[in-house]
């Protein structure tokens, strides 16, 4: 006797024969049921409803129609959970549309094949990356979220309240990751959410995302967290492809696994960018439309979906970035297929230096006391990155919007679920 439990997924009636099929994760079971062999249990079937949660203990007969080359005889149903009818979403739709009505209905959305595929590689990759972390001589830290204020100009922060204090919600680990180098780690890591109260609706901002952040010491430039990164996404972007085969088909991704990360000045990019017609000065960040454009350099320059592009000008970056000359930074985005998803630098960890790119941010550095302190008793040279969880599954996956890789997804709009 085999005991079946599961999701009714389809009900087909034909007259004095009738099937059921029942998923559990991927698998898919058929049940078949004769009326004039067990009309009671047949009855039962037109009280069914799909997406019901049902138990049937049957019988196991090979079979070279169904599904899986074999169906079970029930001699037992029982019904554990009715289903209501209509159900809120279509599950066989494409997971590309209705965005707003599959999110406000994500515990049936995520039954779709699709929509788990996404969540289960998401899962291995961050097993791929805790591994990696853990072998290559990382701690694992966890840092507060509720803080008293933030260092990422331009991100800007959730107030909330604190007994009556105002207090906000971590824009990022930036600080207490290096707070932890100057106490004397060499290699620290967190995976952890982040707050942004940015007002953006696009494909690729979250008002909370996960960050994966990593900070090292005694570094002798940018260059040995690219070094490390490099790596990173080679033993991640491996693991996933092997460990996660089904998924990938089920999504219909060939996974290009990058050999190496390539490496282009902002200057060298700019020029690049210029005989595309797309003009930037000096000082400009890149905004979406170049992003963009470097996957399409990337891709014919040197055949790979990932550009890093180094020296960020000192004007669109945060004032703990260490400069290399006047306004240019040791610092670097990481963008793969046409989106941001790694900002990196080496920090200034020299008092003096950093207090006079604290006064020309504009700021007051009593306002920044506590990190000019944490620099003050011994600082190693340091360096690191902040990766966005969500943005490198939904680019890796060719999803339209980062929301589609995040289980709950929250943007200025949305609470619920
Ligand atoms: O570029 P960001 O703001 O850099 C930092 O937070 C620095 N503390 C990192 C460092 O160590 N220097 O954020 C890092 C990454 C971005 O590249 C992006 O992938 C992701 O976090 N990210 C977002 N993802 C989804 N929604 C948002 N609103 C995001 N903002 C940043
Ligand atoms: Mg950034």
């Known amino acids: 006797m085999e005991k079946i439990k599961g999701f009714v997924s389809e009900i087909r009636n034909f007259g004095n024969l009738s099937f059921i099929i029942i998923r559990n994760g991927y698998n898919n079971v058929q049940v078949t049921l004769i009326k004039k062999e067990n009309e009671e249990l047949f009855n039962i079937v037109k009280t069914l409803t799909k997406e019901s949660v049902i138990e049937v203990i049957g019988e196991k007969k090979i079979s070279n129609q169904a599904m ?8 037992e149903i029982n019904i554990l959970s009715l289903s209501k009818t209509p159900l809120p979403i279509d599950l066989s739709e494409s997971i590309n549309t209705g965005f707003d009505n599959r999110i406000n209905n994500r515990f049936v959305d995520l039954r779709k094949e699709k929509v788990r595929s996404i969540f289960e590689i998401r899962s291995k990759f961050v097993k791929a990356t805790v591994d990696f972390f853990d072998n290559n001589g990382f701690l694992n830290i966890n840092t507060p979220k509720i803080v008293s204020g933030g260092v990422e100009s331009g991100a800007e922060l959730f107030k909330i309240d604190y007994f009556g204090r105002n207090a906000y919600l971590s824009q990022s680990p930036q600080v207490y990751k290096e707070m932890m180098i100057a106490a004397g780690f060499n290699k620290v890591y967190e995976i952890g959410t982040v707050f942004r109260a940015e007002k953006s609706n696009t494909t690729r901002h979250l008002t909370e995302f996960t960050g994966i952040d990593l900070e090292i010491a005694f570094i002798e ?4 967290i690219i ?9 991640t972007f491996s693991y996933v492809k092997e460990n996660c085969k089904k998924q990938f088909e089920i999504l219909g991704i060939d996974l290009k696994v990058p050999t190496s990360l390539p490496v282009i000045t902002m200057t060298e990019l ?3 960018l210029k005989e595309r017609n797309k003009f930037l000065l000096p000082e400009d960040d890149l905004d979406p439309e170049s992003e963009k454009m470097c996957s399409e350099i990337s891709k014919e320059k040197f055949n790979s979906d990932f550009l890093v592009v180094l020296e960020y000008p000192f004007s669109v970056r945060p004032f703990y970035h260490m400069c290399k000359k006047e306004n240019v930074t040791k610092s670097f985005d990481i963008i793969y297929n046409g989106v941001e998803i790694a900002t990196g630098a080496q920090r200034e960890h020299r008092v003096e230096v950093l207090k006079n790119q604290i006064i020309s941010k504009g700021i007051n550095p009593i306002d920044l006391n506590y990190y000019i302190n944490m620099l003050s008793y011994g600082m190693p040279p ?3 990155i902040g990766l966005g969880l969500d943005r490198i599954i939904a680019l890796m996956l060719n999803l339209k919007n980062t ?8 943007d200025p709009e949305r609470l619920t679920p």
Do not use: C, Q, V
């Open 68 to 75: 899986n080359g074999f169906e079970i005889i029930p001699t």
């Open 221 to 224: 430039s940018e260059h040995d």
């Open 227 to 235: 070094s490390i990164i490099e790596k990173y996404f080679i033993h």
């Open 270 to 272: 700019k020029l690049l």
């Open 382 to 384: 340091h360096g690191g």
């Open 403 to 410: 929301k589609e890789a995040t289980l709950f997804p929250r």
